[in-house]
């Protein structure tokens, strides 16, 4: 696929935004390649995400669950491209480029929490051995150092694969308008932390509707509020 050009990013808007109206700077559909991307919808916001890797994807489920993670804006772009480029000269390191000319780069996700932001690149542990891929990211790092913001590259080993799969598994089901049966009354209940496990093992929906059976039983007759119950 041809690659659209960082300054046509620019005139639409891509990097600009928060919540529901974020434009990542890079979308999954521009890529040669999709058999590792994946198109989550933001059950928070109604937007439709743009994750390039399927680590990426796992992190994003475990991030947007967490109560202190207010927005999660992936593929932002490090701007301005003077900056990045600077930092490289300064290095000794060749800038991304492409078909010569420099381009903007980016980090696959920087998180507004409580207590700040946070910028993260997701990459295999493998990768890192690359000395290409260490270049980039101290170039990534110096980046938001600069701008006060911590930076950390997560590889798999700190990404936890069943809880990942469990919250997709559950928040298919966060709106209301989802729920149908006792089964997806259990997965809406656990996305909305009305209802507790231990999302870090397989979950038996049979065995908490059994354990449950007067909290579904009120939620069903509508004396359960999804926002005043705990």
């Known amino acids: 696929m041809s690659r659209i050009t960082d300054l046509s990013r620019l005139k639409q808007g891509r990097g600009s935004g928060e919540g529901a109206f974020y434009k990542p700077w890079i979308l999954t559909r521009e890529l040669g390649s999709i058999g590792t991307t994946a198109n989550p919808i933001d059950y928070k916001t109604g937007r439709i995400i743009e994750l390039l890797s399927r680590n990426e994807y796992y992190y994003w489920e475990i991030m947007r669950f967490k109560d202190d993670v207010i927005d999660i804006r992936e593929q932002f772009p490090l701007q301005p491209l003077s ?10 390191f060749n800038h991304p480029q492409f078909k010569g000319k420099p381009i903007i780069m980016t ?4 998180l507004t929490t409580a207590d700040g932001y946070l910028a993260r690149n997701i990459k295999l542990k493998k990768d890192l051995q690359e000395y290409r891929v ?7 790092a110096i980046y938001w150092k600069l701008k006060k913001i911590p930076f950390k590259v997560i590889t798999e080993d700190s990404i936890d694969k069943q809880l990942a ?9 966060h709106d209301i308008k989802s729920v149908h049966d006792d089964f997806s009354i259990v997965k809406h209940l656990l996305s909305n932390k ?7 093992r397989p979950i038996n929906l049979k065995q908490l509707m059994w354990d449950n059976q007067t909290l579904l039983q009120k939620y069903k007759q509508k004396e359960v509020s999804l926002i005043g119950c705990a």
């Open 83 to 92: 900056l990045t480029m600077r930092i490289a000269e300064e290095l000794g």
């Open 107 to 110: 980090t696959d996700s920087l």
């Open 134 to 140: 260490q270049e980039k990211f101290q170039i990534e």
């Open 165 to 173: 799969l469990n919250l997709a598994f559950i928040n298919e089901y």
């Open 194 to 200: 009305l209802l507790e496990t231990d999302l870090s």
